[in-house]
């Protein structure tokens, strides 16, 4: 639909150029790079990413002691179970020789009655 007014080539020119005059206005406006504001903003952000990396690096640190102490934890685990096994095997071999010397007897006992 077209404006009831029909403007001319000449004011719509001239709408563009006031239109790019303001442009040009607002970027003169825009603060220079060593204004105050500027370069406190910058130092802002400049102290964000340091935290930031910082951050990162103590959770890589934390995440690096974690893995460290799951692996000594799990190398105490295995040579628990190790010692354990170990154990279990020397107490069947005591109780198998208490039961053989307790066969022992009883044989002996069996063949003296009888003989």
């Given at each position: 639909m077209r404006d009831f007014k029909d403007k001319g080539l000449s004011e719509r020119l001239q709408n563009a150029a006031r239109a790019k005059?303001?442009?040009?206005?607002?970027?003169?406006?825009?603060?220079?790079?060593?204004?105050?504001?500027?370069?406190?903003?910058?130092?802002?952000?400049?102290?964000?990413?340091?935290?930031?990396?910082?951050?990162?690096?103590?959770?890589?640190?934390?995440?690096?002691?974690?893995?460290?102490?799951?692996?000594?934890e799990s190398e105490e685990r295995a040579l628990q179970a190790m010692r354990q096994a170990e154990e279990d095997e020397l107490r069947r071999a005591q109780l198998e020789a208490e039961q053989k010397v307790a066969r022992d007897a009883r044989y002996a006992a069996r063949k003296k009655r009888k003989g």
């Open positions: 005059q303001a442009l040009v206005q607002k970027l003169r406006e825009r603060p220079l790079a060593d204004d105050p504001a500027i370069l406190q903003r910058k130092a802002e952000r400049a102290a964000i990413v340091a935290a930031r990396e910082a951050r990162a690096s103590a959770k890589a640190l934390e995440e690096k002691g974690r893995a460290e102490q799951a692996a000594r």
